[in-house]
């Protein structure tokens, strides 16, 4: 049988060891990244004739009236008042796009019979993906970096207090300020601290 005292000191010994490489160890975390989209202007040739023949058209789903936002009168619930317009409130309504399908061409050189319609669309051009990036380790958010951090968040127009907790309305600033930049987000990382120049 081992002696107990060389057992506990290769047990402390490990614990010592592990503990130091974990401390030296970077810490990573996976983030989100939007999708980017860009609104870009599409051009259609509507046929406007009724003979098809040689003509290499396709039914194209177009948006032939943009949505919008409009103030409507809606009448109050259970309102029980003697004049009916006392009884009536202002809202604002979201009114969808309209869409038709309509014939299109390719190109308007086989044909004189066709419109000229312009459709605004958002077109992805980088989809949504997941990144590993460093961030700073939980126990390394020390009350003074964070207050650093909400003084910097601070300068930058969010509505925070510096009182040196990581707490949900210090997440929140930082994923809406990762988001304005177009990095990845989810959790304090060492590229946020760079850009607000928080050491």
Known sequence: ?????????????????????????????D??????????????????????????????????????????????????????????TQVVQEIPPITMNLYTLPNPDNTQEYDIRKEKVNVTVKEASTMTEGIVCPRNRTPKLITLLQQALIKQGYPLSA???????????????????????????????ALLDVR
């Open 1 to 29: 049988m081992k002696n107990p005292i060389l057992v506990f000191v290769s047990i402390c010994m490990t614990v010592v060891c592990l503990g130091q490489s974990s401390r030296n160890a970077r810490c990573t975390a």
């Open 31 to 88: 983030l989100k990244m939007d999708p980017v989209i860009q609104t870009v202007e599409k051009t259609h040739y509507i046929f406007t004739g009724s003979d098809t023949t040689g003509l290499n058209v396709k039914v194209s789903k177009i948006v032939v009236s943009e949505g919008r936002r409009e103030l409507v009168k809606r009448k109050i619930k259970d309102c029980d008042k003697p004049n009916p317009e006392d009884c009536m």
């Open 163 to 193: 009182n040196g907790q990581y707490d949900q309305a210090t997440q929140l600033s930082v994923i809406d300020y990762q988001k304005s930049k177009g990095l990845p987000y989810g959790d304090l990382t060492l590229g946020v601290l």
